[in-house]
């Protein structure tokens, strides 16, 4: 028998009421090791929701460093060539809260902030982040509204970043994957070109 959650007092019933420490740990501004945390970071995954509350999750990643901190309350993260399909950025247009994970490899705690966003096609600060030759024709412009650091458990318990628990190959490749789950014309042998040593070169054009 299925029984849901209908409430929040039954949720909270259910797992108890949060730690003291984890309800004071939140922030509102940008500390010093916040802007350490940020500038070590190569990897951050943004969560967004548009106004008929569909959700997306997009993955960011450049050289560590790649988030540009504006002030102590407002940061911002560039552009970089995608697919195109814009979902996140037209999520902000309709609904500007964001949700911002940052990760740095090996490290089982990441950092998280929350804030409302908007989209930037123009700003002085678009020349700090050059990479590759790469300008951005965008960026998403975050102010800060709360700031605290995630615990270490779901990574301890997924194992994520213990080499001996990888298994890259319990998939087959991303061009086998492509020409199986999606509709395209294109060969395999097409697809693992595409894939193959090129595809770093496209990364930033």
């Known amino acids: 028998m ?3 959650i209908t409430s929040a007092e039954e949720l909270r ?11 004071t740990k939140e922030r509102v501004v940008l500390h010093e090791r916040d802007r350490q945390w940020l500038a070590a970071s190569p990897f951050c995954l943004v969560a967004t929701a548009g106004a ?16 540009t901190v504006l002030d102590e309350v407002t940061l911002a993260i560039p552009e970089r060539p995608g697919n195109r399909r814009a979902d996140g950025y037209r999520n902000i247009l309709e609904n500007p ?8 490899p ?4 990441t950092l998280r902030i929350n804030g409302r966003a908007r989209l930037i096609r ?3 600060w678009f020349d700090d982040m050059v990479v590759r030759g790469h300008r951005p024709i965008l960026a998403i412009e975050v ?8 615990c270490a458990k779901a990574f301890l318990r997924s194992e994520l970043w213990q080499p001996q628990t990888w298994q890259p190959d319990v998939l087959p490749p991303r061009p ?5 789950v999606e509709s395209v014309p294109d060969t395999l042998a097409e697809l693992e070109r595409r894939y193959g040593p090129e595809y770093l070169k496209s990364l930033y054009r």
Request: proline share 9%; with cysteine.
């Open 143 to 150: 102010a800060v509204e709360q700031i605290f650091y995630h």
């Open 2 to 4: 299925t029984v849901e």
């Open 52 to 67: 008929d509350g569909s959700c997306d999750v997009s993955p960011k990643g450049d050289p560590a460093g790649f988030v």
């Open 176 to 180: 086998r994957l492509v020409k199986e």
């Open 122 to 124: 123009e700003a002085p």
């Open 13 to 23: 019933e259910l797992v108890g009421a949060p730690m003291p420490r984890a309800v």
């Open 106 to 109: 090996g490290r089982t705690d």
């Open 97 to 104: 809260h964001v949700g911002l994970i940052f990760l740095i």
